[in-house]
């Protein structure tokens, strides 16, 4: 895990004098260029942040390829791996991750099979990917009829990029 230290964002006056906080220092200065001001590029780091997305999928008693999450990134990203929850699956299944690359049609570019009371119930998708700004999603399949819904939780650390 990373440790991002708490930091007073406050801008001072231009030019103030004084050098209570780091702005005050090298944050807004006349004789910087704009943007290139150290106090411009942690702000502009900051906004490189990692955050989670989870939720659960219902997965249907209806058998067939259901999406368990689907994410339309807003600017490229990176996944820093996915977690499934797998404890209530009866059946062996297959996990699968697509992108569409070219913007409109998803393309496997991943799979994995999930084997009941052999593989952990906690699956870990052990992979980086870059993603974004086209959408991508991981997709389950069970092997056979499950005889009912099944809730499968699933977590992504995924990671925000401001490209320049």
Do not use: C
Request: charged share 20%.
């Amino acid at each position: 895990m990373t440790y991002i230290p708490v930091i007073n964002p406050s801008v001072p006056a231009q030019n103030s004098a004084d050098n209570v906080l780091w702005g005050d220092v090298i944050g807004n200065k006349t004789d910087t260029t704009v943007g290139t001001s150290i106090y411009a590029k942690v702000t502009k780091l900051l906004a490189n942040i990692t955050t989670p997305s989870n939720g659960v999928l219902s997965y249907l008693d209806a058998g067939g390829e259901q999406t368990v999450v689907e994410v339309t990134p807003t600017t490229a990203e990176v996944v820093h791996g996915m977690w499934l929850d797998l404890v209530n699956m009866t059946q062996d299944g297959t996990i699968k991750v697509y992108y569409k690359i070219d913007g409109t049609n998803y393309r496997e570019i991943e799979s994995f099979s999930f084997t009941v009371a052999t593989d952990s119930d906690g699956f870990y998708i052990d992979r980086t990917f870059g993603f974004g700004p086209n959408q991508y999603k991981v997709t389950y399949t069970e092997g056979a009829d499950e005889g009912a819904a099944r809730n499968l939780p699933y977590r992504l650390i995924r990671e925000k990029r401001i490209l320049t």
